[in-house]
């Protein structure tokens, strides 16, 4: 299996993004997906996820209501929107594929066993 985030940029306070998740493999609608992000200096963190049917999603507090998590199985692809981008949003994003099939979403790191190489957020003020 095979993740290929894309679609970061630099952009400015306010600005919006969306950063699609291309996964390889047949399998991509049994399971859960997930974005983390990771800033300079800091541990990477979850940020939103959504069960294998996309039914199903949550989102950490800091961007819940500006970002939003969707899935579309026919082009095995998760995609993140991010609106009204702030400059604490700046970060590596990162997509990742839950362990085990037909589960609800996942916020733990360790719940996730493929993960994609991250796409640069830069938010300026």
């Known amino acids: 299996v095979q993740l290929q985030a894309s679609g970061g940029g630099l952009v400015q306070t306010g600005d919006s993004l969306r950063l699609p998740c291309a996964a390889s493999?047949?399998?991509?609608?049994?399971?859960?997906m997930g974005w983390f992000r990771q800033a300079p200096g800091k541990e990477r963190e979850f940020v939103s996820a959504i069960n294998w049917s996309g039914r199903s999603t949550f989102s950490v507090e800091s961007v819940r209501g500006r970002f939003t998590i969707s899935r579309d199985n026919a082009k095995n692809t998760v995609y993140l929107r991010m609106n009204s981008l702030k400059p604490e949003d700046t970060a590596v994003y990162y997509c990742?594929?839950?362990?085990?099939?037909?589960?609800?979403?996942?916020?733990?790191?360790?719940?996730?066993?493929?993960w994609g190489q991250g796409t640069q957020v830069t938010v300026s003020s």
């Open positions: 493999g047949r399998t991509f609608s049994d399971y859960a």
């Open positions: 990742a594929r839950a362990r085990f099939p037909l589960t609800n979403w996942k916020a733990r790191e360790y719940e996730y066993v493929y």
